[in-house]
């Protein structure tokens, strides 16, 4: 009789896990898997958002499709490529100048001085502010004709006269990445700083000693030391800023010179109520992100090994 | 002398960077109790010290209202955000079964799910469901933020409790919920805590879903409300309103953030590094 | 109160099996001390016992009721942890009582079990304070009131005394001796610690390896030990195990003496076992012959430590003084009734 059932504690203690994911995997999956295959689903009608119900199976003609020998579909919309660049822009380049700005708060934040206290306490301030906000912030500071910073560049005499930040096709991608690095500099400068504290004092003492130039030490010593935390930031914020949203949107509606992947998403989805479209833009959206994911994953796995080696 | 210069280029350095940080929410402080026509010249300095925007946001709309949906939302989506998380995280942290990791990555996989990807599949849910234009749909639908970092928090926090005083617990004859929240609950404070603000701050802070989601000015949260606060007439600038509202919904937040500052940068790392 | 018997229990994590199926019974009201090199499955035979382990195979009864299906909390065992494993976040007012509530005993009855409890072992005055507010001494009373409190049929012990300072230690393996005398329960306690072992036990248990090398009362283990294994393990200093000849009538030593050795004796290469207490410096020729190299002055004896030639040396106890010197050339007296054989797979003959 004992040899039958030797396990039913464990047994017991297995299913209690699963008893208490229940109800996590359950909302997980209505507001996650479910939405997400539903998405899927629609980009492959006609449906639209009003009405659903009359929609059709049409493949994958609202990703591509050739019809009296011109191509139609998302990825024949140039408009659609051009949300692409415009979000791998804004991703590329906000995140390569949060991570320098970051790291050089970081720096800041990890010395000491009179003021450090301050100094960590503002480096808060605009994470803690809401993306709204800082959008309504800096679209008012941004202002053409009652903007402090035209104000500001004309009194200083480098501009001559004032600039549409806003509206200016050539200037509107990079001041809402202007934007976004302000707001999520505080965030990168703070991943880096736990990495700093984590560093041993010792390298320092002795390059010290040995008197290396500050500089040297930073890119020989700390440098590779926070690499890993660096990597971490990088791919946590790459991936992050290609979904963004809020800041174009609140700052420069659907725009073209602005038009990222999600805004240009959410246009078809809700402004034009094309469900099918709007669908397929967010399904590729998504493919544009997990295959971003995969390759992130890969270096960061090729990185691991290599130190280990 | 060059100790001299270089001190007085890092004061100079760390002057600029506060200024950098600090100064857009001077501004627009600032800008919040400018009245009637001072809207229109810029001012470096407090000239006046007027608060008619901030009279005028809660009368000329349902500002108040707003803000008690924020809160509202917030509060639910953190106690319940916490509720599922903390028992997902006793088992995933405390029970060996197979496809844990499986399980674990899958949730990382969900944050970085694009928000568009499920918006036209929760807005059909939503209708089915009988919630749009309602804050139940919003507190519903956030837990595709909340769940998955909240949940990796507290597993991490959860592991490294020590195994012999939840054994010691079981001999005492406690069942997993006794467990759960008369052991790991009380020594899982600090990081509930932690979590339960960052919780807090992202649903505080969502946009898309309320903009989607919602219809009404009366059930709109915060962040709608202020992205779409318009000027009585197309000649009045509506930027002191704008102000002033962002400043209301502001202060309290960075308020908490300062007073919690060392809780919250630790979640933030922990999640980011241990992620 | 309750016996334990454990038979052919094994146990494996994943595809490594640390407990080699264990068969033992331990009598009602008696004290067991599992001893063996650490990582030889002490804890993990008493976490099997406490049920926060479950057996790969076999069986276990407690009080003549087969448990290794039985929740850990339904056995009538309470554990006293290494750590202590208070709870941090309750005073010990209610880390005492946590279990008893559990239970659903009522108030009154709690109250009066939990004071008396802590007044048993004199913790009546910390009761509203939080463990950390505890030395570690009265930190390990608290553990032990808590063990008592529920009044089960057997006490587990893991290395309850390892995380205490030498003195305590002692004070306190006194104290358990004494709350066994009165409590009667049955107890198992795991050490690797052989002072605690052989003073504690009624009956030690020699683990090595996952399986039991030898049970028996301390002072059998000690002088009648299986194996070399046992020999070795128990006994500071180590025995000395000799390399000795066995030939007519006797058995050869290193240096050329010898020990007359009646019984029948295979031929050829055993070894002999001698403990430093068994062996006494003599003026005559002695069985051993060398030369001092170390002298290590314990106050009331001394150990000398002997080179016997062969690259062999012996350590022995010295009572009288003065004590010899290194260089000095002694030899040395055995036992001949204490002297123990092993044969070449180290079984005692
Ligand atoms: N949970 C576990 N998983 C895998 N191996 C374990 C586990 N617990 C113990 N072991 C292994 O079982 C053996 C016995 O461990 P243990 O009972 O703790 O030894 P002891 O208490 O005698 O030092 C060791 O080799 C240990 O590595
Ligand atoms: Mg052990």
Redesign the pocket.
Same mark, same amino acid.
């Given at each position: 009789m004992a040899a039958a059932a030797h396990d039913s504690l464990t047994r017991a203690r297995v299913r209690t896990a699963w008893l208490f994911l229940a109800p996590m995997l359950f909302v997980l999956a209505i507001v996650a898997l479910w939405p997400l295959a539903r998405t899927l689903l629609l980009s492959l009608t006609d449906a639209s958002l009003g009405a659903a119900g009359t929609a059709r199976f049409v493949g994958f003609e609202n990703y591509l499709v050739k019809d009296d020998g011109a191509w139609y579909g998302l990825l024949a919309d140039p408009l659609w490529w051009l949300a692409l660049r415009n979000t791998l822009t804004f991703a590329f380049v906000s995140v390569a100048a949060e991570v320098v700005l970051g790291t050089l708060i970081a720096l800041i934040l990890n010395a000491r001085f009179r003021f450090r206290g301050l100094m960590r306490a503002a480096v808060l301030v605009p994470w803690a502010i809401p993306t709204v906000v800082s959008a309504k912030m800096w679209a008012w500071m941004l202002h053409d004709q009652f903007g402090i910073v035209n104000d500001l560049l004309l009194r200083l005499g480098l501009i001559g006269a004032p600039l549409a930040w806003l509206a200016d096709a050539d200037l509107a991608l990079w001041s809402v990445i202007a934007v976004d690095v302000w707001k999520t500099t505080p965030f990168v400068a703070l991943l880096v700083l736990a990495a700093l504290q984590m560093l041993p004092e010792d390298c320092y003492e002795a390059a010290r000693v040995d008197g290396i130039h500050p500089a040297k030490v930073f890119f020989f010593v700390t440098l590779p030391l926070i690499r890993p935390a660096l990597i971490v930031a990088v791919i946590f914020r790459f991936l992050d800023a290609m979904r963004v949203f809020d800041l174009v949107y609140v700052m420069t509606g659907n725009a073209d010179a602005t038009l990222t992947l999600s805004v240009h998403a959410r246009q078809m989805l809700v402004d034009f109520q094309d469900a099918g479209s709007g669908s397929a833009a967010s399904v590729l959206l998504f493919v544009v992100i997990a295959l971003l994911s995969v390759l992130c994953l890969l270096a960061m796995r090729g990185e691991v090994l290599g130190r280990r080696q | 002398m060059m100790a001299l210069a270089r001190a007085l280029a890092f004061r100079l350095l760390v002057a600029v960077l506060l200024v950098y940080l600090l100064f857009p929410f001077y501004y627009a402080v600032l800008t919040s109790m400018k009245g009637g026509s001072a809207i229109f010249s810029v001012d470096y300095w407090p000239r006046q010290i007027d608060f008619s925007n901030y009279a005028r946001i809660f009368s000329e709309q349902p500002f108040a209202l707003n803000i008690l949906n924020s809160v509202l939302v917030a509060f639910a989506v953190v106690a319940l955000s916490l509720l599922l998380g903390l028992t997902a995280a006793f088992s995933l942290g405390r029970i060996r079964f197979r496809g844990r990791s499986a399980l674990l990555f899958a949730v990382l996989a969900v944050s970085m799910f694009p928000q568009v990807a499920v918006l036209s599949g929760m807005f059909e849910l939503v209708r089915a469901f009988g919630l749009f234009n309602s804050l139940l749909s919003l507190v519903f639908s956030y837990m595709i933020f909340t769940l998955p970092f909240t949940i990796w928090v507290l597993t991490s926090f959860m592991r490294e409790l020590p195994r012999e005083i939840e054994e010691a617990a079981i001999m005492d004859g406690a069942g997993p919920w006794t467990l759960i929240v008369r052991i790991f609950l009380p020594l899982l404070w600090p990081a509930m805590v932690t979590t339960g603000l960052l919780a807090f701050i992202v649903a505080w802070n969502e946009f898309l879903f309320a903009l989607t989601f919602i219809l009404s000015n009366e059930q709109r949260t915060v962040p709608v409300a202020i992205a779409l606060i318009t000027g009585g007439s197309e000649f009045e600038l509506p930027w002191g309103g704008i102000m002033a509202a962002s400043v209301t919904v502001t202060l309290p937040l960075i308020a908490l953030v300062l007073v919690f500052q060392r809780r919250l940068v630790a979640g933030l790392t922990a999640g980011a590094v241990k992620g | 109160m309750a016996e334990v018997r454990l038979v052919g229990l094994r146990k494996s994590?994943g595809r +490594?099996e640390?407990i080699h199926g264990i068969d033992l019974r331990v009598e009602d009201g008696e004290f067991v001390v599992f001893v063996?090199p650490?990582?030889?499955?002490?804890? +993990?035979l008493l976490r099997l016992i406490s049920g926060l382990e479950e057996a790969t195979s076999g069986e276990i009864w407690i009080g003549g009721r087969e448990v290794s299906q039985v929740p850990p909390a339904k056995r009538g065992v309470s554990m006293v942890f290494q750590s202590y494993a208070l709870y941090p976040h309750m005073n010990v007012y209610r880390n005492i009582a946590f279990g008893l509530s559990l239970a659903g005993a009522s108030r009154a009855d709690l109250d009066a079990r939990v004071r008396a409890v802590a007044e048993k072992l004199q913790i009546a005055e910390l009761l509203e304070r939080r463990p950390r507010e505890l030395s570690g001494g009265q930190r390990q009373r608290v553990a032990i009131a808590r063990a008592i409190v529920r009044e089960p049929q057997v006490f587990l012990f893991d290395e309850p005394l390892s995380n205490l300072d030498a003195g305590l230690r002692a004070d306190t393996r006194v104290e358990i001796a004494r709350m066994h005398d009165e409590l009667r329960a049955t107890m198992i306690y795991?050490t690797h610690d052989q002072v605690e072992a052989m003073t504690l036990a009624d009956r030690m248990v020699l683990l090595n390896d996952g399986r039991v090398e030898q049970v028996g009362p301390p002072a059998e283990l000690y002088r009648q030990p299986r194996n070399l294994f046992v020999a070795g393990f128990l006994g500071s200093p180590r025995m000395n195990l000799l390399e000795v000849q066995s030939g007519e009538g006797g058995l050869l030593l290193p240096g050329g003496g010898s020990i007359a050795h009646s019984g029948e004796l295979p031929r050829g290469q055993l070894t002999l076992g001698l403990r430093s207490e068994d062996l006494h410096p003599t003026s005559g020729e002695g069985v051993l012959r060398g030369e001092v190299t170390l002298v290590e002055e314990l106050g009331e004896t001394r150990l000398v430590h002997l080179r016997i030639g062969d690259g062999q040396s012996v350590i022995f106890r010295h009572r009288e003084l003065p004590g010899p010197r290194p260089g000095d050339r002694i030899a040395l007296d055995a036992d001949p009734e204490r002297a123990l054989l092993f044969d070449g797979n180290g079984e005692r003959l």
């Open positions: - | - | 994590f +490594t640390v063996g650490s990582g030889c499955g002490k804890s +993990t795991v």
